[in-house]
């Protein structure tokens, strides 16, 4: 029942306020729903970064994986050259050297550097994720702040609670289309054209740790 209620008292206020306002209550409601666009398209605009992000992780992982799979395997066949080489294999030249094969070849070494390599691709990827983020929080920021600069202001409608503001706007959204969708359209494409998320991967390029981990296994061979 309440309900039912608020939906008719949110009609006749409607009504009144297209009646008494006309046109300015038109770009009122454009203006309101605009904000709506704009919290909707960042919202994207950051999942979508998210999704990203993760993938460069990912990439990473599978990356550092791999190269620690291929130097795990040159130690491997450098042992068995030992043991079928040395006298007492593995176990006589370790007492000998008084540490383990894994430390005095390197090859210990040489996987704390991978992990290391890891860490620091992780911050990167890290930092270049909250950099757009912040960037894109900024102009979200930004835009809503011109969006409320801008619209024009009717004291009514400021004063309606807010479960009559929300009924009133999507009342707006069945009157108003053409002028809502044009307006959403040029937000859309304005903000598509300053975040184009399909080129991000310069960024991964720019920090892959690819480089860093051939030179560490191929230093080992």
Same mark, same amino acid.
Request: hydrophobic fraction near 35%; charged fraction near 25%; include cysteine.
């Given at each position: ?15 009144e306020l ?5 046109? &300015? ?8 729903? /605009? ?20 993938g460069f992780?990912?990439? &990473? ?23 079928? &080489? ?9 007492? #000998? ?7 005095? /070849?390197?090859?210990?070494? #040489?996987?704390?550097?991978? @992990? ?15 950099? #757009? ?25 400021d004063d ?5 503001? &929300? ?28 975040? @184009?998320?399909? @080129? ?18 191929? /230093?080992?061979?």
């Amino acid at each position: 029942i309440m309900g039912q209620v608020a939906s008719l008292c949110s009609g006749d206020i409607f009504k009144e306020l297209q009646e008494k306002y006309g046109e &300015t209550f038109v770009k009122l409601m454009v203006a309101e729903k /605009s904000k709506e666009v704009v919290h909707e398209e960042f919202g994207k605009l950051n999942s979508k970064s998210n999704e990203t992000f993760q993938g460069f992780n990912d990439r &990473t992982s599978n990356m550092v994986d791999e190269k620690s799979k291929a130097l795990n395997n040159i130690f491997e066949d450098l042992k068995a050259k030992v043991n079928s &080489t040395l006298p007492g294999g593995i176990p006589a030249i370790e007492r #000998l050297k008084g540490q383990s094969i894994n430390d005095f /070849s390197g090859y210990n070494a #040489l996987q704390n550097q991978i @992990n290391s390599v890891k860490t620091q691709a992780f911050k990167k990827i890290e930092d270049e994720k909250g950099a #757009l983020q912040g960037e894109l929080n900024n102009r979200k920021t930004a835009m809503i702040s011109s969006i409320d600069q801008e619209k024009p202001k009717i004291q009514v409608y400021d004063d309606l609670p807010d479960p009559l503001k &929300t009924v009133v706007r999507h009342k707006a959204e069945e009157t108003f289309v053409d002028q809502i969708s044009k307006n959403k359209g040029a937000i859309v494409e304005s903000i598509g054209k300053q975040f @184009n998320l399909n @080129n991000l991967e310069g960024i991964f390029q720019k920090i892959s740790p690819e480089g860093a981990l051939n030179g560490i296994v191929g /230093s080992a061979t």
